[in-house]
């Protein structure tokens, strides 16, 4: 047999490709059986900006159970959808982090499985709990609770204001033209101008015993269409104290340029007021009413997937151990959000701006999950937003109340 | 592996100058390369060696996960690449493979996949199968029972049967397993909670996650009362006594609730529905033929904003396409004029709006367009107060502005290139002849111009037809149209309206939207066409 180089060569590289395959399969199968035999992996979604807060927690856990806890850092804005889209496929996360005005959603697709947090329910904040149920059924392990209040310059405005029109005479007593900022936009934004509504007595849903009720709309009750009418008094056609050009940025840089001494936002906005030199105290959100003005409380927290092959393991990381103070005030470190369990909160609450919001939120209600609460935001806006700017409040009120229960209803 | 390999070695083009340049030096080896080097030999059987591997591991991964038709589909293609790089005559199979696979894999499939959901009831509450959907609606089923104590529990195995060791408020402890109700048992206490008992094996937290299906599948029923509930444990440490309010029937197919003795059943719509039409949802995944279709066209919330909104896409897109071509045009003439000093530069000028990412510049305009804050009305408007985004009217002005802004350095560049490959001798021609310049435009460069750019124009058409990011960032559809019934805009194209009619609130329909994208699709093919068959008039006058 006459052998060439070139024949050679070509059996040279066949034998090259088998190894190379060889070596592929054999990896392949290696890192199953090493996962298994360390008692499974779990895979949590998690915002990215919170990954090395919790990464700490996921390797003592690691450490202490046995079990893999892989961190996957997500952008925030696209772990709801990708996770519907993902779970049904058996490539989604075991365990994600989310917020409770998804629960809705979620539990349509059928892509959460319920939590049972037992005893331990009654550590947490009550606003946290009844924002992670949905229909009597409790689906999220809660780790921090947010809302909205005043930001006041104390420097420029010493005292709290007692009621809104306190406020702006305190305000203008400093010699300010507008003193009160908020962010709207072309479509209004409701959610920042919710504690209002709430003042005038006018909750967007009634409640029965399994929270948010569908069925009893109250958004267009007689305290709604008074609210419209005080919104519109205090619009463009009244005294400008709410204005549709206003956006988060110019809301922000009207606070720091201390133009405005009072800024209602949540607390993302407190960093950088402080950075930008203002001595900042939190107030709760002043009345028109004598009522009080309850903002809507966010929750965020922890869904197990319906789909996780670990549910066991899922359920025991999130309970027993995210559950804990410890890691909750880790959590609380990182986003400087109230925490959910109430140990956690209270020893959070030495801050005086986590304190004040903390003193709000003691009086926010959890936003609505349900699936109507969908039609709402669709109309809810770009009615204020016409208030605002000098449409006739009662009319546009009634209207954005048969819009709503048209589309709730269809 | 018998392939034998290409026996033309023998340079080609070597040694053919007697001092070759740098460039000629390079083509030389890479045609010596092409021909089959040993060098180039090793490197494709080393790439090749590369790509099988990976098909490989790919197989045997989806070999593992079950998906036999997808590693049926890498396994056939895996060969099929290898049988034609070794062939000899293959040659332009060789230079299409590449190309071909890139495109199945990024074009054709998303394309076939769009079409698919299209007729699928794809969205918010149909989400996966009905096997995923009987078990979630069974797992939210499960209702603790009120006032119920949490039950401390251990997690024991009898001969391969797993069986629950509960431990009540009182310390009593009782064993029961899926069939056997709890019965109460002595067993070895740690502090306050049973841990283990004669004849029965204590799993270890390790066990316990190993076998968690069998786990999360585990109820002991409460008493010989099936109304007492059963004891799940979701932990693998406390238990908690849950009643479920819905029974599935499998031979039936319908489901059940206890508490009211409503019957849900499937009847083909992808959910499990009551006599008077009430929807369990989550549903599943089912195909429903044309009705998206149907849905997209008869949409009553959609027959009044339809006809507008059509009206503007296609205005939007035509005066787009004019606008930025007229504005390019004209630039690329001045700018190509010898005359005019520091052209570079202009040029570069031009360019630059085209080479900020358009979603950027469109926020960046949404900004300076503010009424009361605005950069265009407070500084140099003067204290203005145009309603740039507010009005219905201007808001579509300012699109069409900011749209002109994005687009024409396009066009600047195109017709500048366009407008160098025209002959200075025929512009020299008819000056002789007497020609006006205008007319020079008009009957000659104009006419030569558009055989080249006319196809880019109906490229522009196109994707200005769907310009989503534009009107996205820019006005968002706004201002809003109070009147309508769906949250659409003065500035919405129909692309922007799909997308809030499929994904608004907390609904989304993706079946709906695949349907829509199908349908704009088609308007947009049949105008190209058309479009393009006259342009082909033009062609002859080259």
């Not at chain 1, 008074?226 to 606070?255: C, H, R, Y």
């Not at chain 2, 070999?63 to 056939?76: E, F, H, K, P």
């Not at chain 2, 332009?92 to 769009?114: E, H, N, W």
């Amino acid at each position: 047999m006459r052998v060439n180089k070139k024949s050679l060569l070509a059996v040279g590289a066949a034998a090259v490709v088998a190894t190379l395959g060889l070596a592929a399969c054999s990896t392949g199968s290696g890192e199953a059986d090493e996962a298994a035999a360390a008692g499974g992996t779990l895979t949590v979604w998690v915002d990215a900006e919170r990954v090395d807060a919790l990464q700490a927690a996921a390797d003592a856990y690691s450490e202490e159970k046995g079990v893999e806890v892989e961190l996957v850092g997500k952008d925030n804005a696209d772990i709801k959808d990708d996770f519907i889209q993902q779970v049904p496929t058996g490539k989604g996360p075991d365990i994600t982090m989310g917020a409770h005005d998804w629960l809705g959603e979620l539990s349509t697709n059928g892509v959460v499985a319920p939590i049972e947090l037992g005893d331990s329910a009654a550590d947490y904040l009550p606003v946290a709990v009844d924002a992670s149920t949905y229909e009597g059924t409790t689906y999220m392990l809660p780790y921090a609770v947010e809302n909205i209040a005043v930001l006041r310059n104390a420097d420029l405005v010493p005292e709290a204001a007692t009621s809104f029109d306190d406020m702006v005479a305190k305000g203008q007593a400093a010699g300010l033209a507008h003193p009160f900022v908020v962010e709207q936009g072309a479509e209004g934004n409701p959610y920042h101008l919710y504690p209002f509504q709430t003042a005038f007595g006018a909750p967007v849903f009634g409640t029965n015993d399994e929270g948010y009720d569908p069925t009893d709309l109250q958004l267009g009750n007689a305290g709604g269409e008074e609210f419209a009418s005080w919104l519109g008094a205090q619009g463009k056609n009244g005294t400008g104290n709410f204005n549709t050009d206003i956006d988060g940025d110019i809301a922000k840089q009207a606070f720091l340029d201390g133009t405005a001494a009072f800024w209602l936002t949540g607390p993302w906005n407190v960093g950088a007021a402080i950075d930008g030199g203002i001595n900042v105290a939190i107030d709760t959100v002043p009345s028109p009413t004598a009522e009080a003005a309850q903002p809507f409380a966010g929750v965020k927290g922890f869904f197990v997937s319906s789909e996780s092959e670990n549910k066991v393991a899922a359920n025991d990381f999130l309970v027993n151990y995210i559950g804990t103070e410890d890691v909750q005030l880790e959590l609380f470190e990182a986003g400087n959000i109230l925490p959910a369990l109430s140990a956690a909160a209270e020893t959070a609450s030495s801050d005086p701006i986590i304190e004040g919001f903390a003193a709000v939120g003691a009086e926010a209600v959890p936003m609505p999950a349900i699936p109507a609460m969908g039609s709402v935001w669709e109309y809810w806006g770009i009615a204020q937003a016409g208030v605002i700017n000098g449409a006739d409040p009662v009319a546009t009120w009634q209207k954005l109340t048969s819009d709503v229960q048209a589309a709730i209803s269809k | 592996m018998t392939t034998t390999v290409d026996e033309e070695v023998t340079p080609e083009t070597s040694g053919t100058a007697p001092k070759p340049t740098k460039r000629q030096r390079q083509a030389a080896r890479i045609a010596d390369a092409a021909s089959g080097g040993v060098k180039m030999l090793l490197f494709k059987l080393l790439a090749l060696g590369i790509i099988d591997a990976i098909a490989v591991f790919a197989v045997f991964v989806l070999v593992g996960a079950g998906q036999w038709l997808v590693a049926a589909i890498v396994g056939v293609v895996a060969v099929a690449v290898n049988w034609i790089y070794f062939s000899r005559r293959k040659l332009p199979a060789k230079y299409l493979t590449p190309g071909v696979i890139f495109l199945v894999v990024f074009q054709v499939f998303v394309v076939v996949y769009t079409g698919y959901i299209a007729f699928t009831n794809y969205g918010t509450g149909h989400n996966g199968s009905q096997e995923q959907a009987v078990s979630s609606l069974m797992a939210s089923s499960l209702e603790r029972v009120p006032d119920s104590p949490t039950y401390g529990v251990t997690v024991v195995d009898q001969f391969g049967t797993l069986g629950l060791l509960v431990t009540d408020p009182d310390g009593q402890a009782s064993v029961g397993t899926t069939e056997q109700p709890l019965t109460e048992v002595d067993a070895d206490m740690e502090g306050g909670k049973a841990v283990a008992i004669d004849g029965w094996t204590t799993l270890s937290f390790a066990d316990v996650i190993a076998r968690t299906d069998e786990i999360t599948e585990l109820a002991v029923p409460f008493s010989d009362d099936p109304n007492d509930g059963a004891i799940r444990t979701p932990d693998g440490s406390s238990g908690y006594l849950y009643l479920s309010n819905l029974e599935y029937d499998e031979a039936a197919g319908t489901m059940t609730d206890l508490s009211t003795g409503t019957v849900y059943s499937d009847i083909g719509t992808g959910a499990f529905t009551s006599a008077d039409g009430d929807e369990l949802l989550p549903g599943w995944q089912i195909t429903v033929g044309f009705d998206n279709f149907v849905r997209a066209v008869t949409d009553p919330r959609l027959a009044q904003p339809l006809v507008y909104v059509t009206l503007w896409t296609f205005a939007f897109a035509l005066i787009s396409v004019a606008s930025t071509f007229f504005l390019g045009l004209f630039l690329a003439i001045v700018f190509n004029d010898m005359r005019m000093r520091g052209r570079k530069f202009y040029r570069i000028m031009m360019i630059l709006p085209y080479a900020i990412p358009s979603f950027l510049s469109a926020l960046i305009w949404a900004g300076m367009m503010n009424e009361s804050f605005g950069f265009i009305n407070q500084v140099l408007l003067g204290g203005a107060s145009i309603p740039w985004l507010t009005d219905p009217l201007m808001a579509k002005v300012s699109v069409l502005i900011v749209n002109l802004w994005l687009g024409f350095p396009y066009m600047f560049l195109v017709c500048m290139g366009a407008l160098q490959s025209i002959p200075d001798d025929i512009q020299e021609a008819a000056t002789v002849d007497g020609a006006k310049p205008w007319a020079i435009f008009r009957l000659i460069k104009l006419p030569l111009l558009l055989v080249t750019v006319a196809p880019l124009l109906i490229a522009s058409f196109a994707f200005n037809f769907n310009n989503f990011n534009v009107i996205y960032m820019l006005t968002d559809g706004g201002p809003r149209d109070a009147n309508a019934p769906i949250p659409v805009g003065f500035t919405d194209l129909l692309i922007t309206m799909v997308y809030k009619v499929a994904f608004t609130g907390q609904s989304r329909d993706y079946g709906l939207a695949s349907a829509y994208s199908i349908i704009i699709f088609i308007i947009v093919a049949v105008i190209s066409i058309i479009a393009f068959r006259r342009t082909k008039s033009l062609e002859e006058l080259n």
